[in-house]
C-alpha cells in the first residue's frame, strides 16, 4: 500500500495526521460551507453587513422563501422530466449498441465503435447551431422532449463507450454456448446479457442522472422559460432576480444542487465505478 | 467466433432471419442509437462546418462567405483574447491532475471514517458548474466576497477579482479546478487501491520511500488512471463555458472569454446574430479538441489490435 | 449539404397548418415578454379590454420570461409564429425587418393618423420610410439623487458638468462615491455614454455616430471621452463597477454611500424597495457639457410589431390601433407606471413621471438608448468598450480604434 499505512508511522505523525483530515476538509468545502451559512442568515444580518459571522436566528425562511416565491419548484420537476426519460433512454440504447459493438466482429466494428468514443468529446459548439435548427424544424424548441431527445442522443456515444468495454469483459463462453444450444440472438440479448449488466446499467444510470441533472448549456439552447426550462438554467435567470440577495441565491442552489448529492451518497459505488472506469488495467 | 459452424445445423428449415441474425443482428442492434446520434452529433458537425462559410444571422437568407469567416477571425481580437485564455484553461486546468493524485495520497489510509472523507472531497464534482460557479460568485464578491476582505486584511486593499482582467480567468480557473481536482482525485484513488502492493513492499525494503517511492514505483502504475485524469482534464479546460457564463459572462470587457463562450455570444447571445461567424469559432474549437480526441482514439486502437 | 427528413417536416407543417386554419378565424395568438408583475398586469388589461370592445375575437396569450424572450423571439418568428408579438423600437428591431419577419404596418399609421398622435415615436418606427410596429410606452433616463447626501454636503441641483465634477470632489473628500452604477451587464455603460455624447455634439451627431457615418477616432468622439474621464480619473465612480450589477450599486445610493445614479426610470421601484421615499430620491435631467448643445434625452420605447408569418393579421391590425388610442395607452401606462406615447394621453400623477414627461416633451430630440440605436454587433461591442473606458480611461485610444475598425466592418454590408 502506498503511502505507508499511518498506523505503521511514529505516534505524533498519526496524531498529526487525525488533525489534518478534518482541517483539510474544512479549507476545502470552505466556500460550499459559506454558502450553506449564508443560506441560513436572515436577510437582516447581510443588511448589517454580517456576512461571516454566525446567523442571528437560522432563518429556514429562506428557503421556504425560495419555493414561494419563485418558480423553482416547477425547475426541479422540468429536471426531473428532462433528466429521467434521458436515464432510460440513453441507457436503453446502449446496451444494444455496446452490446453489437463487443459481441460481434463485422468489418465496421471499430469504426463505428470510435466514432462513438469521439463524438462524445466535441465541444458542444459546434452542435449547437444545427441542433437548434433541428429541434426548431421538429417543433420541439422549448419542449421538454426536444431537449431530452438531444440528451438521449448525444449520451449514447459515452454510454456505449462504456457499455461495449463492460461486455468485452464478460466471459464470451456463455454466449457461444447458447449460440451452439440455438438460442436465437435477441434472446442471447435479453436472457443472458442483459442480467449481467446489471452493475453497468446502475453505474451509467447514476452517472448520466448527474450529467443530465447538471447540463446547463443545452437547457440554454434549447429551452427558456420557467415551463419547460430545468433548475439550471432556472437557477441562472433567478440569479438575475435575486441581486444582492445572496441569501436566497445561496438557498435556491442549495436546493438544486440536492439531488445528483442524494443520488451520489445513495448509490456512491456505483457512481464511482462508472467514473473510474479505464482508471485501472 | 465461428459463423459457419453454427450455421451448418438444420440447414432447411430456416427463414431468412434466422439463417442471416448473426450478420443482420449488428446492425438492428446499432440501428435505434446509431441513427439518434448520426442526426443529433454526426451531421450537425458536418452541417456547422457547412455554415461556417457563410454569412448568416440565423433569419434570414445564407450568404456564401468562402473562408470570410475564418479570415476575419485573425483580425478580431476577441477571438485572439478567447484563444489565448483557452490555452491559459489548458494549461492551469493541468494543476487538477498532480493536486488530485496528492489528496488521493493524503487520503489513501484506512482511519476510521476515511470513507466519509473521501466522499465529502468528492462532492464538489457532483454539484453542478451553475453552482459552484454562484458559489465562487460569492466568494469573489467586491466589498463582502470572503476573499476580498481576506486580501483587504493582508494588503489593506482588496482584491474584486472578477472584476480585474488580470485575475479574473484565473479566478474561474480556480472555480473549474475545484471539482476538477476532485475527479482526479477519485481516480487515483481508484488507481491507488490497484497498485501492486508487492512491488511497494520490494522496493521499501530496497529502501525507497517517499519521494522515490511515489516516482520510480507508484506513479508508473497509475498511469492508467493519469491517462484518463489528462483527458478529462483536458475535454474540462475546453468545454469551459458554464462557469465563464455564470461568472463574468465574458467579461470585464471580454477578459475572461473562451472560444466556448464566445461562439455562443456571437451567434446566439443577446446582441449576437451571427451564425456563420460562431460556426467558424465551433471549428476552430473543434480542429483544437480533434488532436488530443485523435491521441485518444490513437491509444485506444492501439490497444484493441493489441489485445 | 445535409438535409433532414424533409418529409416528416413537411407533415407536421401542414399538421400545424390543420389545427391553425380551424383556429385563425377568430384567435389573436399574442406572445409578449412580460414576466415582470407590472408589465404583466398592464397586459392583462389590455387584453381584456381589446376583448370586450371586439367580442368577436379571441386573444391566446403567452407571456416569457423577460430575459429569454430575446432569443425566443427569434425562433418563434420563423417556426411557431403569433400574431402580435413586443420588441423594440430603432435598430433593435431593424434584424427582423431586414429579414422580411415583421409586417409593414404603415396602413395602420395611415388609417388611424398615428403620425400626428405618435409623432415623437415616428423616427424610430420607421426603416425605409415604413412603419413596422406600434410604439405603446417609453420612460425616462437621467439622474437620479440622494436628497440628504446632496443637503449633507450641501450641494444643490448641478445643471452643468463643470460644477457636477466639482461636486463630485466634494463628495470624494467626505468619502461618498460621487456617482454609483453597475456595468457587468454593460448597458448601464452606455447609458453614460450616450449622456456624454448628446450634452458634448448634441442629437443629430449622436445618431450619425450609431448609424455608422462617424469615425470613432473623430476628434470630435475623442472629445466625448476627455469630458467623462473628468468624471473617471479622480476616481468619482464605485470602484469594480464592472462586477456588479446594477441592482448591486443600487443599495450604496439608498444608503447615502453614493450621492447620484444615472438609471431609467425604472429604478425608482428598486430604490423605493430600499426604503428611499420622495422626500428624499430626487431626479435631474443630465447636466450640459457643451453650452449652446440642445438638450436631447435618451427615451427608450417599448413596441409590438406584427410577424410576417402572422395568420390572423386583420384582427391582430385591429389590435394595433386599439393600443395606439389615447385613452388605453393611459391605461397601461398608469399600471407601468411609465410615460405613454400618444400625445393625447395623460401622465401618471407620480412625480417622477411628471417630471420626464416635462423633460421629455421640452427634449430637442430623442434617443432610443445605444443598444437600440446602434445595430447589435456594434452596440456589444461598443458598450463592452465603455465599459472598459470607465475601468482604465487612459486605455481610450486603443478602445477607439478597436470600435473604430469595428465601425469599418460592421456597417460595409
Known amino acids: 500500500m502506498f503511502p505507508r499505512p499511518i498506523q505503521q508511522t511514529r505516534v505524533t505523525t498519526q496524531i498529526a495526521y487525525r488533525i489534518a483530515l478534518p482541517v483539510a476538509l474544512i479549507i476545502w468545502l470552505l466556500p460550499l460551507l459559506g454558502v450553506a451559512m449564508t443560506s441560513l442568515k436572515p436577510a437582516s444580518d447581510l443588511a448589517k453587513g454580517n456576512y461571516f459571522g454566525w446567523p442571528s436566528h437560522l432563518a429556514f425562511v429562506n428557503y421556504a422563501d425560495v419555493f414561494r416565491n419563485s418558480p423553482i419548484a416547477q425547475y426541479i420537476l422540468n429536471s426531473f422530466k428532462v433528466t429521467i426519460p434521458t436515464v432510460i433512454g440513453a441507457v436503453a440504447l446502449s446496451c444494444m449498441t455496446g452490446f453489437a459493438l463487443a459481441v460481434y466482429r463485422f468489418r465496421l466494428n471499430l469504426v463505428i465503435f470510435f466514432i462513438f468514443v469521439a463524438g462524445n468529446f466535441v465541444p458542444f459548439q459546434i452542435l449547437m447551431v444545427p441542433v437548434r435548427d433541428l429541434t426548431l424544424q421538429l417543433g420541439l424548441y422549448n419542449t421538454i422532449t426536444g431537449l431530452a431527445l438531444f440528451h438521449i442522443s448525444f449520451q449514447t456515444g459515452f454510454c456505449t463507450l462504456f457499455m461495449r468495454n463492460f461486455i468485452r469483459a464478460l466471459p464470451s463462453e456463455l454466449i457461444e454456448a447458447a449460440r451452439v444450444e440455438g438460442v436465437s440472438e435477441v434472446k442471447i440479448f435479453w436472457y443472458i446479457v442483459l442480467p449481467l449488466m446489471r452493475p453497468a446499467i446502475a453505474a451509467l444510470s447514476v452517472l448520466v442522472f448527474t450529467f443530465i441533472w447538471n447540463d446547463y448549456f443545452w437547457a440554454t439552447v434549447l429551452t427558456n422559460g420557467s415551463s419547460t426550462q430545468p433548475v439550471t438554467a432556472g437557477l441562472y435567470s433567478l440569479n438575475g432576480q435575486w441581486v444582492a440577495q445572496w441569501q436566497l441565491v445561496s438557498a435556491g442552489s442549495l436546493v438544486a444542487a440536492l439531488p445528483p448529492v442524494l443520488m451520489f451518497f445513495a448509490m456512491q459505488r456505483h457512481f464511482i465505478a462508472g467514473l473510474t472506469l479505464g482508471a485501472v488495467k | ?307 | 449539404m445535409v438535409q433532414y427528413s424533409r418529409r416528416g417536416i413537411a407533415a407536421l407543417a401542414v399538421a400545424a397548418a390543420l389545427v391553425a386554419s380551424t383556429a385563425a378565424a377568430d384567435t389573436l395568438r399574442i406572445f409578449t415578454d412580460t414576466s415582470d408583475p407590472a408589465p404583466k398586469k398592464a397586459f392583462q388589461t389590455l387584453i381584456n379590454d381589446f376583448e370586450k370592445a371586439n367580442p368577436d375575437v379571441k386573444v391566446k396569450w403567452t407571456v416569457f420570461d423577460h430575459e429569454g424572450y430575446k432569443t425566443s423571439i427569434r425562433n418563434f418568428l420563423s417556426a411557431d409564429a403569433p400574431d402580435l408579438a413586443n420588441w423594440y423600437a430603432g435598430n433593435r428591431m431593424a434584424p427582423f425587418v431586414k429579414a422580411g419577419q415583421f409586417l409593414d404596418v404603415s396602413d395602420v399609421w395611415k388609417k388611424n393618423g398615428l403620425d400626428k398622435t405618435l409623432a415623437s415615436a415616428l423616427p424610430s418606427m420607421t426603416i425605409d420610410g415604413k412603419q413596422w410596429g406600434v410604439p405603446y410606452t417609453y420612460y425616462q433616463w437621467g439622474m437620479y439623487y440622494n436628497k440628504d447626501v446632496f443637503k449633507k454636503f450641501g450641494v444643490s441641483v448641478p445643471t452643468t458638468w463643470d460644477q457636477f465634477i466639482s461636486d463630485c470632489a466634494k463628495f470624494k473628500a467626505g468619502g461618498v462615491d460621487c456617482t454609483t452604477t453597475g456595468t457587468k451587464a454593460l448597458w448601464p455603460s452606455a447609458g453614460w455614454f450616450d449622456y456624454m455624447d448628446l450634452r458634448t455634439n448634441g442629437y443629430q451627431f449622436h445618431m450619425d455616430l450609431t448609424s455608422g457615418k462617424v469615425k470613432w477616432t473623430d476628434p470630435r468622439v475623442k472629445k466625448v471621452f476627455t469630458e467623462w474621464a473628468k468624471l473617471i480619473k479622480p476616481g468619482y465612480v464605485t470602484a469594480n463597477a464592472a462586477a456588479l450589477d446594477w441592482q448591486d450599486a443600487a443599495p450604496l445610493l439608498v444608503q447615502g454611500k453614493a450621492a447620484t445614479y444615472l438609471m431609467g426610470n425604472f429604478a425608482v421601484a428598486t430604490f423605493k424597495q430600499g426604503g428611499m421615499k420622495e422626500s428624499n430620491l430626487g431626479f435631474f435631467p443630465f447636466p450640459q457639457v457643451t453650452p449652446g448643445v440642445p438638450r436631447a434625452e435618451d427615451a427608450p420605447t417599448d413596441t409590438m410589431h406584427i410577424p410576417a408569418k402572422a395568420k390572423n393579421v386583420k384582427d391582430a391590425k385591429r389590435f394595433l390601433a386599439f393600443l395606439a388610442s389615447a385613452p388605453e395607452q393611459t391605461k397601461i401606462n398608469d399600471i407601468l407606471g411609465q410615460l405613454p406615447v400618444n400625445n393625447q394621453s395623460t401622465v401618471g400623477n407620480d412625480p417622477f413621471l411628471q417630471q420626464g414627461f416635462k423633460m421629455l416633451s421640452t427634449a430637442h430630440g430623442l434617443a432610443q438608448f445605444f443598444d437600440r440605436d446602434a445595430p447589435a454587433e456594434m452596440a456589444k461591442i461598443g458598450m463592452e468598450g465603455f465599459q472598459e473606458f470607465m475601468a482604465h480611461p487612459d486605455r481610450v485610444d486603443a478602445i477607439l480604434k478597436r470600435l473604430e475598425s469595428a465601425r469599418e466592418r460592421i456597417y460595409k454590408n
Request: aromatic share 16%; proline share 5%.
Open chain 2, 1 to 307: 467466433m465461428t459463423p459457419a459452424l453454427a450455421d451448418a445445423r438444420e440447414p432447411s428449415r430456416r427463414s431468412y432471419w434466422r439463417r442471416n441474425q448473426r450478420r443482420l443482428a449488428p446492425a438492428l442492434f446499432i440501428a435505434p442509437g446509431g441513427l439518434m446520434f448520426l442526426i443529433y452529433v454526426v451531421i450537425p458537425i458536418f452541417r456547422s462546418i457547412s455554415i461556417s462559410f457563410y454569412h448568416w444571422d440565423g433569419l434570414g437568407a445564407m450568404k456564401w462567405a468562402g473562408f470570410g469567416n475564418y479570415a476575419e477571425l485573425w483580425s478580431d481580437p476577441a477571438f485572439v483574447v478567447s484563444l489565448e485564455n483557452n490555452l491559459i484553461w489548458l494549461v492551469l486546468y493541468m494543476f487538477a491532475v498532480p493536486a488530485g493524485l496528492f489528496i488521493a495520497i493524503f487520503l489513501n489510509q484506512t482511519v476510521r471514517g476515511i470513507r466519509i472523507y473521501k466522499s465529502l472531497f468528492f462532492f464538489p464534482f457532483v454539484i453542478s458548474q451553475v453552482v459552484v460557479g454562484l458559489i465562487f460568485s460569492w466568494f469573489y464578491a467586491p466589498d463582502f466576497g470572503l476573499l476580498f476582505k481576506l486580501t483587504k486584511m493582508l494588503t489593506g486593499h482588496g482584491i474584486a477579482v472578477l472584476a480585474s482582467e488580470t485575475y479574473a480567468t484565473y479566478g474561474i480557473i480556480a472555480a473549474g479546478l475545484w471539482p476538477q481536482i476532485a475527479y482526479c482525485m477519485i481516480l487515483y484513488l481508484t488507481g491507488l487501491n490497484n497498485v501492486a502492493p508487492d512491488q511497494i513492499e520490494a522496493a521499501r525494503l530496497d529502501g525507497a520511500k517517499g519521494w522515490r517511492m511515489l516516482w520510480y514505483v507508484v506513479i508508473p502504475q497509475l498511469r492508467p488512471a493519469t491517462f484518463i485524469a489528462v483527458v478529462v482534464t483536458v475535454i474540462g479546460a475546453l468545454r469551459s463555458f458554464d462557469l465563464v457564463s455564470i461568472m463574468t459572462q465574458g467579461g470585464p470587457y471580454g477578459a475572461t472569454r473562451v472560444l466556448s463562450y464566445y461562439m455562443y455570444e456571437e451567434a446566439l447571445s443577446e446582441y449576437g446574430y451571427r451564425m456563420g461567424y460562431g460556426a467558424a469559432i465551433a471549428v476552430v474549437l473543434f480542429l483544437i479538441m480533434m488532436v488530443f480526441i485523435s491521441g485518444f482514439i490513437w491509444k485506444m486502437y492501439r490497444d484493441e489490435t493489441e489485445r
